[in-house]
């Protein structure tokens, strides 16, 4: 039987109409996007089947529509996947809420209105314009984080955000930072340095107004038992318990997510199959690398749309041999 570890994206998976052919196609998911609207207050579903980009952008509006669109995934997937072939679940920064709604810790009703509010105070949290993100391509981890821990402090924060993949790492921080790590990074062998087009420089010390909020908003929301571990993105280790569920998502704010060493925990572990569910594929390309890199041979599937589930269904219906 095959091991198999649900992964959910984070934010920048976004995409104007994510998630509507699922709800016209399954009574289930309908219930969940009506769920999310009384929640909210607005009607989420129709910013993200019919809204301008513009308005599925804004942080507030991203975070609870990725979230419904990857639990909306899974209400179908949950018969098909068998319970006994997870080993664990994991998401990238706002899919930690998915992973965690997945595995029976949070409450859907509960975590929506929780991510809305994520969003909302991200967003408040640094002025537009002083703080950004950079993803530097084809540079050794260990290198990016020597030049990040020399940086100048008199020219802001800067701090490794996302360790991505092997030749992948997001910086985030003080634009001015950035800019003045630019250059030092290129000569010491980036093939890349990219800003990237966000409004607030996530998973840094500049978001602490956000946790700090994020802490009074978390204090309302009913923790669960696990169903399945899930992989804390601070730690890449499993959450030990439900008591430390509040504490390592505040921390997740202003700590680096680290998907990378979370993938290889998963394949030290023992995992062979991963399964991406809610919108785009961009974590499966990371597994890819990391595998890869790794020396590994993992089976990737992903459910963003109704046509993903037929090749899931037949990947799960062969006889194990």
Same mark, same amino acid.
């Given at each position: 039987m095959?091991?198999?570890?649900?992964?959910?994206p984070?934010?920048?998976?976004q995409?104007?109409g994510?998630?509507?052919?699922?709800?016209?196609?399954?009574?289930?998911t309908?219930?969940?996007f009506q769920?999310?609207?009384?929640?909210?207050?607005?009607n989420?579903?129709?910013?993200m089947f019919?809204?301008?980009?513009?308005?599925?952008?804004?942080?507030?509006?991203?975070?609870p529509a990725?979230?419904t669109?990857?639990?909306?995934?899974?209400?179908?997937?949950?018969?098909?996947i068998?319970?006994e072939?997870?080993?664990?679940?994991?998401?990238?920064?706002l899919?930690?809420?998915?992973a965690?709604?997945?595995?029976?810790?949070?409450?859907?009703?509960?975590?929506?209105v929780?991510v809305?509010h994520?969003?909302?105070?991200m967003?408040a949290a640094v002025?537009v314009?002083?703080?950004?993100?950079?993803?530097?391509?084809g540079?050794?981890?260990? $290198?990016v984080?020597?030049?990040?821990n020399r %940086?100048d402090? =008199? !020219?802001?924060?800067?701090?490794? /955000?996302?360790?991505? @993949?092997?030749?992948? $790492?997001?910086?985030?921080?003080?634009l001015? %930072?950035?800019? =003045? !790590?630019?250059d030092?990074l290129k /000569?010491a062998?980036a @093939?890349r340095?990219?800003?990237?087009?966000v409004?607030?420089p996530?998973?840094?010390?500049? !978001?602490?107004?956000?946790?700090?909020r994020l802490?009074?908003v978390?204090?309302?929301?009913?923790v669960?038992?696990?169903?399945?571990?899930?992989?804390?993105?601070?730690?890449?280790?499993?959450?030990?318990?439900?008591?430390?569920?509040?504490?390592?998502?505040?921390?997740?704010?202003?700590?680096?997510?680290?998907?990378?060493?979370t993938?290889?925990?998963?394949?030290?572990?023992?995992?062979?199959?991963?399964?991406?569910?809610g919108p785009g594929t961009?974590?499966?390309q990371?597994?890819?690398?990391i595998?890869?890199d790794?020396?590994?041979?993992?089976?990737?599937l992903?459910?963003?749309?109704v046509?993903d589930?037929a090749?899931?269904?037949e990947?799960f219906?062969q006889?194990v041999?």
């Open positions: 095959s091991r198999v570890a649900l992964i959910f984070g934010q920048g998976a995409y104007s994510m998630g509507s052919d699922l709800y016209h196609e399954f009574a289930a309908r219930h969940l769920t999310t609207n009384e929640a909210l207050g607005y989420l579903q129709e910013l019919s809204g301008s980009a513009e308005e599925l952008q804004l942080t507030k509006h991203t975070q990725i979230l669109h990857s639990v909306a995934a899974w209400t179908i997937l949950a018969d098909i068998p319970k072939s997870i080993i664990a679940t994991a998401g990238l920064s899919g930690e809420y998915s965690l709604v997945v595995a029976g810790v949070l409450p859907f009703d509960e975590a929506v929780a809305h994520r969003g909302a105070a967003q002025p314009g002083v703080g950004g993100m950079s993803a530097i391509l540079l050794a981890t260990s $290198v984080e020597e030049i990040v %940086a402090p =008199a !020219l802001g924060v800067v701090a490794i /955000a996302n360790y991505n @993949s092997p030749g992948q $790492v997001v910086i985030s921080g003080k001015e %930072a950035l800019a =003045a !790590l630019e030092e /000569a062998g @093939s340095v990219v800003a990237l087009p409004s607030a996530f998973h840094c010390s500049l !978001l602490q107004p956000a946790a700090d802490a009074q978390l204090h309302e929301v009913t669960g038992e696990f169903n399945y571990p899930v992989i804390a993105n601070t730690t890449a280790l499993p959450y030990p318990g439900k008591e430390m569920v509040k504490e390592i998502l505040i921390n997740q704010v202003t700590n680096g997510v680290r998907w990378e060493q993938v290889r925990y998963l394949l030290q572990a023992g995992c062979d199959t991963f399964v991406e569910i961009t974590l499966s990371f597994v890819r690398r595998a890869r790794s020396d590994h041979q993992v089976q990737l992903s459910c963003d749309k046509a589930i090749a899931i269904k990947f219906s006889p041999v």
